[in-house]
C-alpha cells in the first residue's frame, strides 16, 4: 500500500480557520459601523401622532332618482360613457375624501332607509374602495332624509373630534322612513354637528326649503348643483371653509434606524474583544 502524504497540512488546523472566521467578522463590523453612520432614516410627512382633525361624513342619496343622466354635460368624468347622478357623486366624492389629509371621513348611504356604509376613519383608501362597491338602489328607491341624518349622527357615537360635519347630498324630496328631518336635525343640533346640504338637479327636483332649514340650523350651508361641474366646485368651496388647521401645516416624522444596526454590532465587537483578551 502507497503512503499518502499532505504537503500542506497548515491550511486543515483549526487555528487557520478560526482566524479567517476573525477576519470576516471583523469586515463585517465594519460595514456595519459605515451603515451606522450613515444613519438610516425613514422620512413621514404626516405625523400620526398629530392625526387629530375633523370628522366627516358624507351622507349620500342611492334613490331612484339618482339613476339618472344627463349631469356631466361636459363629459368630463364620463369620457365618453354616460354615466349616472349617483356614478358622478362617487367619483366627485372620493376625490374629496382624498383632499380631507387629516381629517377622518365615513359615508353613510340612504334611500328608504339608512346605513352607514364605512364608518369614519383615518383610513381614506378604505373609504374610497368601500364608497366604489356602493351602487344605487341599495337602499331603496325613496328618499328619506330624516333616516340619513338620524344615521350620520350616529355614525359620530365614537367620535372624539372638535369639530363634526355632515355633508348631505339629495336630488329628491323626504318622502319616506320613520323619522322626520326635523327630529332627526334636532339630534345633530344637540351634538354640535354642522350640516351642510347640497340639492342636485334642476329647481324644484329637491326640496330646496327643506335642505336650507337644515343647513341653516345646523350652522352649514346650503349648495345647489345642475351639473357635475357645480358638484366639483361645491364640494372644492367645502373642502375650503372646512380647512383643518393641521392640513395647512407640514408635519415630518423622522424614523432612525442606527441603533438597530448597534445592536447588531455590539455582540460581534464583544466577541472579537474576547478574542484579543484570549491572545
Not at 108 to 126: H, M, N, Q, R
Not at 187 to 198: C, G, M
Request: glycine fraction near 6%; charge should be neutral; charged fraction near 25%.
Amino acid at each position: 500500500m502507497k503512503p499518502i502524504f499532505f504537503v500542506h497540512l497548515q491550511f486543515l488546523s483549526s487555528k487557520k480557520s478560526f482566524l479567517k472566521l476573525e477576519w470576516i467578522l471583523k469586515v463585517i463590523v465594519f460595514i456595519l459601523l459605515c451603515i451606522a453612520l450613515a444613519s438610516p432614516i425613514v422620512i413621514d410627512k404626516f405625523n400620526p401622532l398629530n392625526r387629530h382633525g375633523k370628522d366627516i361624513v358624507l351622507c349620500i342619496d342611492a334613490s331612484g332618482s339618482m339613476n339618472s343622466s344627463g349631469l356631466d354635460f361636459e363629459n368630463e368624468l364620463g369620457k365618453g360613457e354616460r354615466l349616472s347622478r349617483f356614478e358622478i357623486t362617487k367619483i366627485i366624492a372620493t376625490e374629496f375624501i382624498h383632499k380631507r389629509v387629516s381629517d377622518n371621513v365615513g359615508v353613510v348611504l340612504y334611500g328608504d332607509f339608512a346605513f352607514i356604509a364605512s364608518p369614519i376613519t383615518y383610513e381614506k383608501e378604505i373609504v374610497s374602495d368601500m364608497l366604489s362597491y356602493l351602487s344605487q338602489g341599495m337602499a331603496g328607491q325613496n328618499t328619506a332624509i330624516g333616516e340619513a341624518v338620524a344615521m350620520s349622527v350616529r355614525a359620530f357615537k365614537h367620535s372624539s373630534a372638535k369639530t363634526k360635519v355632515i355633508i348631505l347630498l339629495t336630488d329628491g324630496e323626504h318622502n319616506s322612513g320613520k323619522i322626520s328631518p326635523k327630529d332627526a336635525l334636532k339630534l345633530a343640533k344637540e351634538q354640535n354637528i354642522k350640516i351642510y346640504t347640497i340639492g342636485l338637479g334642476k329647481k324644484g327636483e329637491s326640496d330646496e326649503k327643506l335642505l336650507e332649514k337644515i343647513a341653516q340650523e345646523s350652522g352649514g350651508k346650503f349648495y345647489t348643483a345642475v351639473s357635475a361641474k357645480e358638484l366639483q366646485s361645491v364640494y372644492e368651496e367645502i373642502d375650503m371653509l372646512e380647512s383643518s388647521k393641521i392640513k395647512s401645516r407640514e408635519y415630518i416624522l423622522k424614523d432612525y434606524y442606527y441603533w438597530i444596526v448597534l445592536l447588531l454590532v455590539l455582540p460581534l465587537l464583544l466577541f472579537l474583544l474576547f478574542r484579543e483578551i484570549e491572545k
